[in-house]
Structures are given as structure tokens and as C-alpha cells.
């Protein structure tokens, strides 16, 4: 695996790094993975040509110019703080001076107000001599603002920031980056098709234990792994280290999964991101919607591992979703595999989905894809049309590791029939049907012990008031029931969001296949 000591382009120089980062993923044997390590030691050291160009972006040494929520930059300034600044910010002078209005003394008005300035401009104003860069000096005063961290990340994001960071940390840089490995694994043969069923069924191994440096590196890893990618997802940006877990499986594989902090998480549904491993290399991330006994799933495999384990990946995602949170429907979105999404189209994503057992929804779109699949195994040769492949987005795609799965709807037709309920009831008044919805749960709910200790709860029980008086038909439920779905409340709110995610599958009330059709309004 010699290479040559100089690539005559970025994207020559990239490819060859990532045919070692795979070599360190998926290697044959344990000659060649320690021959890989080697050479991507050597190789990070070279200098790179264009810092600047994306098919370098998180090597040593590249620049990412991008723009990000206020948490993920916020911890890009505490990871980075010698090597990030504000590039620029499309937010007009009368916008920044709103903004420094609301966060700096009022008494300050004259060098608020002064001039007609943009952002760089108006900090280097205010900020005078003071050390450090003018993103730290910013992201100071937006932390000492008397206000929610939601206020904030609309304030900073209001701002339309670019960062700049340039990549100079040894261990944090695309190819440094590192999970937990206790014990190598070699794919001499790279499978690509793998039983999801009997995968799933496989007794799943206890999370490891880690310390909370350990948790952290994870947090890091992740947040770095999208970051180099100009992305990020909420998962890994609003991760809560008491809610990460992380499975050593076979083959040198490893599954991490990132909880959100009470304060980040979804409404309805309880969003857990995942970054997946292979000998200790992330190759792959993605996330899980998780809804009673469903979940929206999605997989994404990074660049330089497409044509890897990839079907043995989705494998074991599944079974640890399904054995650790207990989902037994598994739905990817159209988006996945084609939707507005051309190199799903270029790639056949499909049809990856479709080997693996999911299938569209809809009839008449199963139908076609049994027909397509029918001349595929005729004719090795036979490539679907661009056409036909866009047809297949106008359904989901499924799969079914238990025929009763339930709920067998999204929680976006709950999220649409509430909003339907506010403008047809309430006229669009918002604060008056939260008003009632918590009046009309308080009074199904009467007797059951329920306190309001904070404001994520508070938060909590008005979201999901709206959901019982819109959604539910709790006149028929009985005590038993209604005290459930008071716990349910409180888990949802709480630290450790799997306690809730199991609960809500295993509640009877919701998800028993007697209270199908009765506990959910009919329209539902």
C-alpha cells in the first residue's frame, strides 16, 4: 500500500487517503490493518495543497468555512480556540444593532448605535482591546445574556454567521478520529446482502461500560465526524453524555447512540442519533425516530466507506434499535433512497433498502418494485430507468420484524391533527387551546398525583395535553390507563429517554392491539 509522496490534485490526494481510512475499516487481515495504520500516520503529516477545497475538508491543516448553530460553535470555540474566527455575516446593520441592544447594557447605547456597521465591525467597536478573537468575545456576551438557550441559538442564528476553522488538533481531524476498540475484526469477503431477520434475533451484547472521558471523546468524535462534513444533527450537537451508550458487536464492529438533553428533545417522538464503527473508524451515522413500537430510520454511510459492510451495517443497527429500544417497524423516509436527493438516485439506494427486505408502503408502488426486482433477477445485466427510481419516492419504505407492530401511522398525522384541531376549535389561538387541552387532561386526570417541578415538565404536560385532547379518546380509559399516561409524562421529561421509549411501546393504553381503534380518535 506504497503511495506516492505528492497528488497533483485535492481530490486525488483525498482519494487516496480514504482507500487507506477503508483499509483501516474493513481490513482483510492483520497484516494490512497494521500497514494501514502506518501510512495514514505518514500520511496526515503530509501538507496539503488547497486547504480551502471541500474534498480536503478535516484533513490536517484544511480550512472549513461554514455556518452552524450557536451550541456546535460554541464548542468549535472551546475545542479550537486559537484556530476559528467569524468569516462573515449576511445580518444588516440595523440587525446587529437589535441584537447588541438586547444582550449588552443599555447604557452602552451611543457605541451601539453609532454608524451604520456590520457584525466584524461593530464587535471590533465595542470589543476594543480586549484578548481573544471576536467569535469568542461574541459567544461571551451571548452566554451572559439573561435569556433561554433557545432565545440564544434564534439570536446567533438571526446573525447568518460563517465561521472559519482551520484543522490543527492531532487527534480530532478526519483522520485521527477514533472510537472505542477492544477487538479487531477482518472481512476478508464483504457480504452484501445480509439477514436482517435473524440478525435481529440475535441476543444483543450489554452496553460498555465507559467513563465520562470516554463518553465525551464519543461526543466529540461525532460532533467532529459531520462537522468535516459541513453537517450536523441534533443528536450529536444537543448530546447528553448520561444518555450515551455504546455496543461492542461482531466483526469489529461498534454502535454508538446519542440521547438528547431533556431540553433538546423531540415533542412527540424520541429522536436517538447514532454513530456507527468499524475497528474503531466511523464509517457510518444516522438516527432513529422512535414512536411506540415504530421508527423512522435512516443510514448514512460516509464517503470514504461506500462499498464496505454496509448491508451488515443496517443489520446490526436494526437489531440494537430493536433489541435495546424495543421497535419493531422500521420506516425509511423518501428522501433516503431518491427524494430530492440525486446521488440516492445515481447510487440505486433503493434497491439497498429493498435487498435488505424494507418495502414501499403503498401497493400500487410495491407492485413495481416486485416487477423491477422480477427483471433484475433475470437479466444480471438490467439496470432500472432514472425514472422508475423517482416513481419509488412517492412511497416510504418498511420493515416488519413483528406483523402487529404499532402505532402503523407517523407521529406527523398527530402533529397535523393538532394544529388542525387549534385552527378549527381555537381559531388559531395557541395560548388558549394549550389553556384548555391541560384543563381537559387535569379533569380526565383528576386524583392522579402529578407535580409541575420545573419547566422542561411544565413543558412537557402542555405538549402532551394537546395530544390527549386531540388526539386521544380518553373518555373510555380506565384509571390504570390514565395513571400510565401521567408516567408517561414524567419519563418524558426526565433524564434517560429510553425509560420512556419502552414504556410508551409496552403501554397498553396507546399501543395494545385491543386499544387500536378505540383509544385513538378515529381520524387519527
Not at 193 to 204: C, E, G, H, N, W
Not at 314 to 327: F, K, N
Not at 415 to 432: A, L
Not at 458 to 477: G, H, P, R, T, Y
Amino acid at each position: 500500500m506504497d503511495q506516492p509522496h505528492t497528488y497533483p490534485t485535492a481530490i486525488s490526494f483525498r482519494k487516496a487517503h480514504d482507500q487507506l481510512l477503508f483499509h483501516l475499516a474493513y481490513p482483510t487481515g492483520k497484516q494490512e490493518s497494521e500497514e494501514a495504520k502506518l501510512s495514514i500516520s505518514q500520511f496526515s503529516q503530509q501538507k496539503i495543497k488547497n486547504p480551502y477545497s471541500k474534498h480536503t475538508a478535516g484533513l490536517p491543516g484544511s480550512v472549513i468555512t461554514g455556518s452552524f448553530s450557536y451550541a456546535l460553535v460554541s464548542w468549535l470555540n472551546k475545542r479550537f480556540p486559537q484556530d476559528i474566527e467569524i468569516e462573515s455575516s449576511a445580518a444588516d446593520a440595523e440587525l446587529v444593532r437589535l441584537l447588541f441592544r438586547q444582550i449588552l447594557p443599555r447604557c452602552e447605547y451611543d457605541t451601539i448605535s453609532a454608524e451604520e456597521l456590520d457584525l466584524l465591525k461593530r464587535i471590533e467597536l465595542l470589543k476594543g482591546k480586549s484578548p481573544g478573537s471576536m467569535l469568542n468575545w461574541l459567544l461571551e456576551q451571548i452566554a451572559a445574556a439573561d435569556m433561554t438557550e433557545q432565545a440564544k441559538e434564534t439570536l446567533f442564528h438571526s446573525l447568518q454567521i460563517f465561521i472559519c476553522c482551520t484543522i490543527t488538533d492531532p487527534g480530532l481531524n478526519v483522520s485521527m478520529l477514533k472510537g472505542p476498540v477492544s477487538q479487531s475484526g477482518f472481512h476478508r469477503v464483504i457480504k452484501k446482502q445480509v439477514s436482517i431477520k435473524s440478525t435481529s434475533r440475535k441476543k444483543l451484547p450489554s452496553p460498555k461500560q465507559l467513563s465520562l472521558p470516554e463518553k465525551q471523546n464519543l461526543i466529540d468524535t461525532a460532533r467532529a465526524t459531520l462537522f468535516f462534513l459541513y453537517r450536523e444533527t441534533e443528536p450529536f450537537t444537543y448530546a447528553d453524555p448520561n444518555e450515551l451508550v455504546y455496543f461492542e458487536l461482531e466483526k469489529g464492529l461498534g454502535i454508538a447512540l446519542y440521547g438528547m438533553i431533556p431540553e433538546r428533545r423531540q415533542s412527540i417522538e424520541s429522536y436517538i442519533g447514532y454513530l456507527a464503527f468499524s475497528n474503531g473508524i466511523p464509517v457510518a451515522y444516522g438516527g432513529g425516530w422512535l414512536f411506540g413500537k415504530r421508527s423512522q430510520f435512516g443510514i448514512n454511510i460516509l464517503p470514504a466507506f461506500r462499498g464496505g459492510a454496509s448491508a451488515l451495517l443496517l443489520a446490526q443497527l436494526i437489531r440494537v434499535y430493536h433489541q435495546y429500544y424495543g421497535a419493531e417497524k422500521f420506516v425509511v423516509k423518501p428522501y433516503q433512497f431518491g427524494f430530492q436527493n440525486p446521488e440516492a438516485i445515481r447510487t440505486g439506494a433503493f434497491w439497498f433498502y429493498y435487498k435488505a427486505g424494507f418495502r414501499p408502503e403503498l401497493p400500487v408502488i410495491d407492485q413495481l418494485a416486485k416487477n423491477e426486482w422480477e427483471k433484475i433477477k433475470k437479466d444480471r445485466s438490467y439496470r432500472t430507468d432514472v425514472k422508475t427510481l423517482r416513481v419509488f419516492t412517492k412511497s416510504a419504505i418498511y420493515l416488519d420484524l413483528h406483523k402487529d407492530a404499532f402505532p402503523d401511522f407517523d407521529a406527523a398525522v398527530i402533529s397535523r391533527k393538532i394544529t388542525e384541531g387549534i385552527q378549527e376549535n381555537f381559531h388559531g389561538d395557541r395560548n388558549k387551546a394549550v389553556l384548555q387541552s391541560v384543563a381537559y387532561l387535569k379533569k380526565q386526570c383528576r386524583g392522579i398525583p402529578f407535580k409541575v417541578s420545573n419547566s422542561i415538565i411544565q413543558k412537557v404536560f402542555e405538549e402532551w395535553s394537546l395530544v390527549a385532547m386531540m388526539a386521544l379518546d380518553m373518555n373510555i380509559w380506565t384509571r390504570k390507563e390514565k395513571e400510565e399516561f401521567i408516567e408517561l409524562i414524567k419519563l418524558k421529561a426526565e433524564r434517560g429517554e429510553r425509560k420512556f421509549i419502552l414504556r410508551f411501546g409496552g403501554f397498553r393504553g396507546l399501543t395494545a392491539e385491543n386499544g387500536r381503534k378505540q383509544r385513538w380518535r378515529r381520524d387519527v
